[in-house]
Structures are given as structure tokens and as C-alpha cells.
């Protein structure tokens, strides 16, 4: 690439898009529309009450399309299965995150914590907004940025369990249903974001080649067992297209850390959460789900990092023997703005395996058997060690909720896709 084309911020079409539901491709022209005409209801895929999907033959001078009835139209759909896209996909690449896990392992409390820090992190640190594709489809995580972080009573104690509930296996908004004739498909929705640079940040110039949608794809722990992943429930189909994989290990649901735990809370030791079984058998189930997806052999790894976050690092991490709500983020220049430091996430996360493999060695080696990249961190939705009531249920002030190193795997992994979007401080 020549050095104009390096620094031009043209907008220009992708010349393929993949769909982030059902991963059919297509060239830009063939995406649908969506019809705003209130009388054109009726889709043959999704529905009577779903607005008419069509290939449009008349464009406004901006470039919207005109539906049959002449009314100006803002949202695409997929040829395939006719859900919508994000309009931002024709214009920039995806990257995907699959954030895996057993049920009660806490993956709500993690997204609620991930996206409320990206969006204050990204901007102030990096010079790199981080903002919603579309509200309305994401209105489940700001419900659980709010709940976690914009109380309206900051100071007064709420019981744990009552800040988000657990997400539903079914429906809930996290499921899009497609009749394809008599043959029902359940797809993932993802929560979208558009990551790109401000004017802070040293490429602003190149923002629209540095640009991506970023697709959150959150699942019930159930949909991860052995066995649910079915020609009519597709709904984990994102795993084998993903950037980055992101496997939330709860060390309270395994009996064997409770010697960890009792060493971190040598007061009084917090009680364990409700077992969802063993937590490794969930990534193996993974691991085989990507090759039977990508047609790999049965011991083939992928080059991709996978993030083994082990949670509420509140109340263990403090074994590792250092500092570990230290992020790793290093200041560069005067201007404000930051690398990411490898070399911390490295050493924290060679502490951390050495921890699990202490313990759950069998986790360890599912997680180097499916990646040729494996980290294993601390992370902490709120931050803050609950204060235990003697009924043994955990409380908090939601003014004291900080997570510390929840945007970590992705901020890491944006690095590495994106070139020149996020510095990095490389080991020596």
C-alpha cells in the first residue's frame, strides 16, 4: 500500500460482508433492506409481524433505499437469514468475541463490567471510542451497566445476587428465531459496538481503515453443555469465526480452591457458589465444537488467543503473591494517552497458571489442547470484596464497584488484530 492510500480516510465498501448470525457471506449488493412502510409486514422467514425484507431498486442522493412504497429506509438484513445487520458492516470489519462459560459462572456481571469499562477506558487512555452500534439491541447490557455502576443510591448495601439476573437459556433477547419452511434455526444476536480513533489518537487520519465492529456474543452456560449445539440451535456457531475467546472460569464453583479462598479471607471465607459442574468439560466441549466447525483434526489448535478470566479476583487473587489490581496500561508521551504492557500480562499470567495448574490441572491442559495462544488472568466484575452477612450472602455499595482487568483479553486482542489501533509495550 502506498503511503496516500496508508493515510486516506475515504469511506469505502467492504467487498464481502459476513453475516454475524447465521455466517453466510455476500457481496454488498446483495444485502437487503428493511421496509419502514407500516403495510409491508409480513416476512416469509421471520414472521407476519416482521417488516418486509427486499433488494431495492431506487436509492435516495445519500444513498438510502426506498422501500416499494417510497419510504426512506435506515436498516440491511442478511439475504440468508433475513436478520438484521449493523450498516456499520459494510463499511468497516468485524471482530468478534466469544465470552464462554457454566451457568452461575457470572458472564453477566463480567459483560456489564467489560463494556462500562471500555467505554471509559478506550477514550482516556487510548484515544479509541467504543460506542454502541445500535441502542436498542443493546439495551440488556446497559441494563446491566446501570444496575452495576449508576445506582441511584450509591452508598447503600444490595445484596450480590440481586444486582443482575441470571441469563436466560432461552429468549431473554439473546435468541433470534428463523423458520426456514418447517425447519426452526436459533441464531446468537450479538451486542455491537463500533471501535475507532478519536482525534487524540496519533492515526486519527486513518480512522476509517482502523475502525471495527466489535460483536459481544453472549450465551446461557447452558447452550455451552455437551449436546446443545443442534442443527436447529446454531446459536454458538460464532465460536469458530471469533478474534478472541474469553472462557470465564469461576474458582468458587470448584471445591478444590477452597484452600485458596480460605487463604485470602482468613476472617471469614465466602461461601461457594452453587456448582454447575466441571468447568473444564464446558471448554473441551468447545474446543470440539471449532474443529467440527472448521473441519480441523481432532488434535489441531487454533491460532487465536484464548483468555482463561478467572473470576472475582476479589477474593483470591491476592495469593499471587503481588499487586494484582495493578492494570497493565503504561503511560507514553505527554499527551495523556497509553500502551498495553505485555510484559505485566505475561507475568501475571504465568503466576495464574501456575496457581490453576496447582489445582485444576485438567483446565489447564483443555485450555493449551484447543490454542496456540493460552493466558490465564484475574479479573473482577465489581472490584471489591463483598461484605458477608451471616447467612453467607455477599454485599456491596455500588459506589465502590471498580473491575480491574476485565477489558484486559479484549483491549489485548484488539491489539493484535488491529495494527496501530492500541501500542504495545513488547517483551525485551
Partial sequence: MSELDDNADSLTLQ??????????????????????????????????????????????????????????????????????????????QPLLVSIIGTPTCGKSYYLGALTWSLRRMLPKLFGVEFVDVDPAANRMLHIYEEKLFLSQTP???????????????????????????????????????????????????????????????????????????????????????SSLLLFLYDPTQDPRLNDVL????????????????????????????????????REAKV??????????????????GEFWSEEPWTPIGENGL???DIPSILRMSEKTRQLLERFVPELVAAAHSLSTQVYFLPVSATGVRPEWDSEGKGWVRPKDLVPVWVS?????????????????????
Fill in 155 to 241: 452508598d447503600q448495601l444490595i445484596a450480590l445476587g440481586a444486582l443482575i439476573n441470571k441469563t436466560p437459556v432461552y429468549g431473554g433477547g439473546l435468541l433470534s428465531e428463523v423458520n426456514f419452511g418447517q425447519q426452526k434455526v436459533q441464531y446468537a444476536k450479538p451486542f455491537s459496538f463500533v471501535v475507532q480513533p478519536t482525534e487524540r489518537h496519533p492515526r486519527a487520519e486513518q480512522r476509517s481503515r482502523l475502525a471495527r465492529v466489535c460483536c459481544l456474543y453472549d450465551n446461557a452456560g447452558e447452550h455451552f453443555l455437551p449436546g446443545n449445539d443442534t442443527l436447529s440451535n446454531q446459536s454458538t456457531r460464532h465460536l469458530a469465526m
Fill in 15 to 92: 467487498e464481502e460482508l459476513t453475516c454475524l448470525h447465521c455466517w453466510s457471506r455476500c457481496p454488498p449488493d446483495e444485502v437487503l433492506w428493511i421496509s419502514e412502510h407500516q403495510e409491508l409486514l409480513g416476512d416469509p422467514l421471520l414472521g407476519e409481524s416482521a417488516q418486509r425484507r427486499f433488494l431495492p431498486a431506487r436509492f435516495t442522493l445519500t444513498g438510502e433505499a426506498l422501500d416499494p412504497r417510497g419510504q426512506v429506509c435506515r436498516e440491511i438484513a442478511c439475504p440468508h437469514c433475513h436478520l438484521p445487520l449493523p450498516r456499520a458492516m459494510l463499511e468497516h
Fill in 408 to 428: 484486559v483479553p479484549f483491549a489485548h486482542a484488539l491489539s493484535h488484530t488491529v495494527s496501530g489501533l492500541l501500542p504495545r509495550l513488547k517483551p525485551t
Fill in 338 to 340: 497509553h500502551a498495553i
Fill in 303 to 320: 491460532d487465536r488467543p484464548l483468555f482463561i478470566a478467572v473470576t472475582k479476583a476479589d477474593l483470591w487473587a491476592s495469593v499471587l
Fill in 262 to 297: 480460605r487463604r485470602a479471607n482468613p476472617d471469614r471465607q465466602p461461601p461457594p457458589t452453587e456448582s454447575a459442574g466441571r468447568q473444564e468439560t464446558v471448554l473441551r466441549e468447545v474446543a470440539q465444537r471449532i474443529r467440527t466447525q472448521l473441519s480441523l483434526g
